[in-house]
């Protein structure tokens, strides 16, 4: 089985399509997918569906839907579940009811997000180790996995909207630790228009703004890194009544200590905030 979530829903099995076109059950089958192998509890369905306001018939209606599941997996091809190849998997065996809940077995196939999250753990500890290189492919290889929202096609209730927020959380982590191993490599430059469109997005997140300083400014555009910082600074005071931390504004000071001293010197990676 083949589960993309980080995106469009995309769940296959052996190339097929299971994935329906009716809300609800798509929607079944995305927090199905989402928790592959595990076992979902009927009443975390009931709530993902229904919210605080389930009808009586919900968890008759579940059935329902698990059954037109089914009845779409039945209609792809099944490898074989036991050795040898003498015992192919039923739609059952595929989405199988256990005690208390609904498990969408992978038969050892490929989630996008667990993919993601392995890859975004490898090159987070490279990145500890200082493996600057290994860490900025490892976790661009992370982030290519990505083809939009997660559940981007998917009405999403209470849980999946709460899985789509970590997920996009640690989407930004990992580009955050991304772009701080490219800066530790030199390359600043290549970093310009990235950081250009990440800081008009997200645009009251101090790490992806002093990245953006410490690369202009080592691009020698001292005067942009400035304007940078004072750009954010307007915000956070208009809009949350906040000063900027305590490391940011170090990093401003250090690069107007640095242009007074020698206009050609920068501060050093040590200086970049690192922000929540």
Not at 35 to 44: C, I, K, L, M, Y
Not at 114 to 140: P, V
Not at 145 to 154: K, M, Q, T
């Given at each position: 089985?083949?589960?993309?979530?980080?995106?469009?829903?995309?769940?296959?099995?052996?190339?097929?399509?299971?994935?329906?076109?009716?809300?609800?059950?798509?929607?079944?089958?995305?927090?199905?997918?989402?928790?592959?192998?595990?076992?979902?509890?009927?009443?975390?369905?009931?709530?993902?569906?229904?919210?605080?306001?389930?009808?009586?018939?919900?968890?008759?209606?579940?059935?329902?839907?698990?059954?037109?599941?089914?009845?779409?997996?039945?209609?792809?091809?099944?490898?074989?579940?036991?050795?040898?190849?003498?015992?192919?998997?039923?739609?059952?065996?595929?989405?199988?009811?256990?005690?208390?809940?609904?498990?969408?077995?992978?038969?050892?196939?490929?989630?996008?997000?667990?993919?993601?999250?392995?890859?975004?753990?490898?090159?987070?500890?490279?990145?500890?180790?200082?493996?600057?290189?290994?860490?900025?492919?490892?976790?661009?290889?992370?982030?290519?996995?990505?083809?939009?929202?997660?559940?981007?096609?998917?009405?999403?209730?209470?849980?999946?909207?709460?899985?789509?927020?970590?997920?996009?959380?640690?989407?930004?982590?990992?580009?955050?630790?991304?772009?701080?191993?490219d800066l530790r490599l030199g390359r600043h430059r290549e970093l310009l228009a990235e950081l250009t469109v990440l800081t008009s997005r997200y645009r009251s997140h101090e790490n992806l703004h002093a990245q953006f300083m410490l690369a202009l400014h080592r691009s020698g555009r001292r005067g942009e890194a400035l304007d940078v910082y004072q750009r954010l600074r307007t915000l956070l005071v208009r809009e949350l009544g906040l000063e900027p931390s305590a490391r940011l504004r170090r990093l401003q000071q250090s690069?107007?200590?640095?242009?007074?001293?020698?206009?050609?010197?920068?501060?050093?990676?040590?200086?970049?905030?690192?922000?929540?």
């Amino acid at each position: 089985m083949d589960i993309g979530l980080l995106g469009p829903l995309h769940v296959t099995e052996n190339g097929v399509s299971i994935a329906p076109t009716a809300p609800k059950p798509r929607q079944v089958l995305a927090l199905l997918a989402l928790h592959a192998d595990r076992v979902v509890p009927v009443g975390t369905l009931v709530e993902e569906l229904w919210a605080g306001t389930p009808p009586r018939s919900a968890r008759t209606t579940l059935q329902t839907y698990v059954l037109q599941l089914r009845e779409l997996i039945a209609s792809a091809p099944h490898r074989s579940a036991g050795p040898g190849g003498s015992d192919p998997r039923s739609a059952k065996d595929v989405l199988a009811t256990l005690p208390g809940g609904y498990l969408l077995a992978t038969g050892g196939g490929h989630s996008d997000v667990r993919e993601f999250e392995r890859l975004r753990e490898l090159g987070c500890r490279a990145m500890e180790e200082g493996n600057h290189a290994q860490a900025s492919g490892i976790l661009r290889q992370a982030l290519d996995l990505w083809g939009g929202p997660p559940f981007a096609d998917v009405s999403t209730g209470t849980h999946l909207a709460l899985e789509a927020r970590r997920l996009e959380e640690s989407r930004l982590c990992a580009l955050d630790r991304r772009i701080e191993a490219d800066l530790r490599l030199g390359r600043h430059r290549e970093l310009l228009a990235e950081l250009t469109v990440l800081t008009s997005r997200y645009r009251s997140h101090e790490n992806l703004h002093a990245q953006f300083m410490l690369a202009l400014h080592r691009s020698g555009r001292r005067g942009e890194a400035l304007d940078v910082y004072q750009r954010l600074r307007t915000l956070l005071v208009r809009e949350l009544g906040l000063e900027p931390s305590a490391r940011l504004r170090r990093l401003q000071q250090s690069i107007l200590q640095a242009a007074a001293d020698d206009p050609r010197s920068a501060p050093h990676h040590e200086d970049l905030a690192r922000v929540p």
